[in-house]
């Protein structure tokens, strides 16, 4: 009998564990699948207007010279970031890349993202300092200079 008590106990807390985790990324899954950023930021609750700033960096090539990959290091400046969001919106999912650094770490962060065509991407930084949510935002235009008749030939 104690040992059917003890594995209804784990199970009840394997549970307990499993729901907000599945809560979490259904969230997730909602954020990375909108159809624009503004519904993305929607489903992260943030209702402030974005304002530019020159305490966010988008460092990313401004031209590639095929589609692929491309490095992009975001940071921000900011006192109080909370909340880092990157979009393409030309996607159909714009969303790039999400997080949430801590106030113990810096907002500095490097991700690899693919292009496949020259994109304006935006930097949105949400800010809670002394507890007013402020959204920051800069953008960057990274372009492919990849002709594909030329390359297809071999041809210049």
Known sequence: ????????????????VALPGRAFAAWLDK?????????????????AKPEPSNQLMLELPEITDQPGDVLVRIRSEIPGTDLMLLVDEQRDNPVLFLCKPSSAVLADFTTQITVDKTAM???????????????????????????PVVNKTGAH
């Open 1 to 16: 009998m104690q040992r059917r008590t003890f594995l209804k106990s784990v199970a009840v807390l394997m549970l307990a």
């Open 31 to 47: 954020v990375f699948t909108a159809k624009t950023s503004q519904s993305a930021l929607d489903v992260l609750a943030i209702k």
């Open 121 to 147: 991407l935006k930097l949105y930084v949400r800010t809670m300092a002394g507890g007013k949510e402020a959204l920051y935002m800069v953008n960057k235009e990274v372009k492919v200079a990849f002709d």
